[in-house]
């Protein structure tokens, strides 16, 4: 396949056809890029992904507004990989393994870490530390969740006046929603 050059919310493929891999979003059964880049098709995973375009990778650092996704949710803290900068086509030469801590979620007192956000949520956050370890917060209106799937069916939450709800099982879900849930920009991505 010639490499073709693609840009951020243009359609790569289908779920039905692939899976949605690094550099690329599925919603609604489509899979979208999510950063300007080169579309790949993985052939052993069947994953469609969008390589970035530069080979001068980026180092993160405080500040910086990223695209994670959570891999692990727990009391105090959620776990998350950072995949890239948002708005940012570059890969990460740094560590992206991050952390937020409970106190970092929201501006007002929260509990639990792990009723904000879940495995596999695609959130927006910003980079407050790097050294010696990488944490981020999601304090500020723009941040937090992006995209959230259905814990009992792993179809997309549809985010409706009363909350995250699965058009498909009607499971009603809470996550901490960035501002664009649903509607995403993807000069944001
Ligand atoms: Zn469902």
Do not use: W
């Not at 727990?74 to 940012?88: C, L, P, R, S």
């Amino acid at each position: 396949m010639k490499p073709k050059l693609v840009m951020p919310g243009d359609q790569l493929s289908t779920s039905e056809e692939l899976l949605p891999g690094d550099g690329t979003f599925e919603e609604n059964g489509i899979i979208r890029a999510t950063r300007l880049g080169t579309y790949v098709i993985d052939e052993k995973h069947r994953t469609a992904e969008v390589k970035p375009i530069t080979s001068i990778p980026v180092v993160l650092k405080k500040g910086d507004i990223v695209i994670a996704r959570v891999t692990n949710a727990k009391e105090k803290m959620i776990i998350a990989e950072v995949k890239h900068v948002a708005g940012n086509n570059r890969s990460i030469s740094s560590d992206t393994d991050a952390t937020i801590y409970v106190k970092e979620i929201a501006q007002g007192f929260i509990k639990e870490a792990s009723t904000e956000y879940k495995p596999e949520d695609y959130i927006r956050a910003k980079v407050i530390q790097v050294k010696p370890s990488l944490q981020l917060e999601t304090k500020e209106r723009g941040f937090g969740a992006i995209k959230a799937l259905c814990s009992k069916c792993r179809h997309s939450l549809v985010k409706k006046s009363h909350g995250l709800e699965c058009e498909y099982c009607g499971n009603k879900e809470y996550r901490r929603i960035a501002d664009d849930y649903g509607t995403l920009d993807f000069q944001r991505l």
